[in-house]
């Protein structure tokens, strides 16, 4: 079973992921998401676990749910989630062909 963050965590790492990161949020679901005829137009992150992120994300009007596994394997610690979603971040600049900006 997949490590369960407090939810204060979970609330505050989705509000920033979709109040200063929305791009990446796209870009990570553009590169991860099944090959589908309709481009992703929208992707929100709604939740994560030890196991993975999850995004709502948007196809030609139809919204459907992304699971993307953290790269580095499971994870049980709130710094942790950064470092996960930083490598997804790289990982999706990589599949994709962008140049990933730099970290803080």
Do not use: K, Q
Request: include cysteine; proline fraction near 9%; hydrophobic fraction near 40%.
């Amino acid at each position: 079973m997949p490590h369960a963050f407090e939810s204060d965590v979970i609330t505050a790492i989705l509000r920033h992921m979709n109040g200063d990161h929305t791009d990446d949020n796209l870009l990570i679901a553009r590169a991860f998401a099944e090959p589908a005829e309709a481009p992703i137009t929208d992707a929100v992150m709604t939740g994560f676990d030890g196991d993975g992120g999850v995004w709502d994300i948007t196809r030609d009007g139809d919204v459907s749910e992304l699971r993307v596994p953290w790269p580095g394997g499971p994870i049980d610690e709130r710094p942790a989630v950064r470092r996960e979603v930083v490598a997804l971040y790289d990982a999706a600049c990589a599949r994709l062909g962008v140049e990933p900006r730099p970290h803080a």
